[in-house]
């Protein structure tokens, strides 16, 4: 009987918690019905209320927005609009870090995570899977030694972590890609993969 309950586990337990995070998501995406005025909202002249309407508008809206940005008059109004917030005192700060970042991961020839690194952390007894990012050129004369940044992510949430700058000489760098490692990562460490954590070969 026990060995029946585990397997009915091993199938509810991954469905489950799919149907959750995709439930999360199309209603997170869904709150943009939000602002459309009341008699525009589709509850209103379908007298019900129905999942998912939301996350089409968003996914409609995105696909819109980056279609227009792609012509010249798009560009213009973007630069008009890029150019009105970065007058705002406390609001510039927050859009270009925030921007940056963006671009970074979804351009796709950006640098969010250049390489997987083996650090210490958090005592010098244990390894932590890491990710190389960008070390300010600011902070370079302040260092006695040659520094890397490191984004160390948590588990089984990879979007919370903490971020450090260590000697290079101390860390490792492994032949690994990102996907794989954020694999390793949101799995704590279940999910196999087909690549090793193995130091890269330097010839």
Wanted: proline share 7%; net charge positive.
């Amino acid at each position: 009987m026990k060995r029946y309950f585990i397997t009915g586990l091993l199938i509810w337990v991954p469905l489950g918690i799919t149907i959750w995070a995709l439930n999360l998501i199309i209603s997170t995406l869904d709150q943009s019905l939000l602002l459309l005025p009341l008699s525009w909202r589709p509850d209103a002249w379908l007298g019900a209320k129905i999942p998912g309407l939301g996350a089409i508008l968003t996914l409609l809206v995105i696909g819109i927005s980056g279609l227009i940005a792609t012509n010249i008059v798009g560009q213009r109004l973007l630069a008009f609009w890029e150019k009105l917030l970065s007058r705002i005192p406390i609001v510039k700060s927050i859009y270009a870090s925030v921007k940056q970042v963006s671009d970074t991961l979804f351009s796709g020839n950006g640098e969010a995570f250049r390489k997987v690194l083996l650090v210490r952390y958090p005592h010098p007894q244990a390894w932590s899977l890491a990710f190389q990012t960008n070390l300010p050129s600011e902070l370079n004369p302040h260092l006695p030694d040659e520094h890397v940044a490191v984004f160390i992510p948590t588990t089984p949430s990879p979007v919370n972590g903490f971020y450090f700058f260590v000697k290079k000489s101390e860390t490792i760098e492994l032949n690994i890609s990102v996907d794989t490692a954020l694999k390793y990562i949101v799995s704590m460490g279940v999910a196999s993969a087909s690549e090793k954590l193995i130091p890269p070969s330097h010839t």
